[in-house]
């Protein structure tokens, strides 16, 4: 059994606990670890060939949830993992792909929130799609950087072709 952190009230603002109280009991009912201080919450899970790290924060307006690959995309293989990356980002409605100057890439998903206030429900289905996301797209993107996948068949073997 994993280790579950009870989420303590008094170490977040006011408009920020309810949102990531949420996203924290569903981490527990799902037996995730993670971390959670005053601004964020934060965990790491491993994939296939490396790791995701997730991280949730709150403003009174929305919840913003990003999970980052370990890796970095070298330079020269950067333009194809962002043709791969803008259709995957054409395709899906909730979530998108970045990738920042380093070759880091992060999948993002924003909630929009009613005063910080986020049900479990609502949390339960933002952490899942998000870390699905993240996950679906890793074996695509690892393949594209270590086995010379192009953008075509990753998106081939995301969609479930060619696996």
């Known amino acids: 059994m994993t280790q579950q952190i009870e989420v303590n009230s008094a170490t977040l603002t006011p408009a920020l606990m309810p949102a990531l109280d949420a996203i924290a009991r569903s981490m527990n009912e799902a037996e995730y ?3 959670l201080n005053e601004a964020s919450l934060t965990a790491t899970f491993p994939i296939d060939m ?9 403003t009174q307006r929305s919840l ?26 054409w395709k899906t409605i909730i979530s998108n792909l970045e990738m920042d100057a380093d070759g880091e890439i992060v999948c993002r998903l924003t909630v929009p929130l009613d005063a910080g206030l986020l049900t479990f429900s609502q949390a339960d289905i933002a952490l899942h799609t998000a870390l699905g996301s993240a996950s679906r797209c890793a074996s695509p993107i690892f393949r ?17 072709h060619n696996n």
């Open 50 to 58: 490396s790791y995701l790290e997730f991280r949730a924060r709150a």
């Open 33 to 35: 670890r993670y971390n």
């Open 144 to 160: 594209m950087t270590f086995s010379g996948l192009t953008a075509a068949e990753a998106l081939e073997a995301l969609d479930g």
């Open 64 to 89: 913003y949830i990003s999970v980052r690959y370990s890796i970095r995309i070298p330079a020269e293989l950067r333009p194809e993992m962002l043709k791969f990356m803008n259709a995957y980002n």
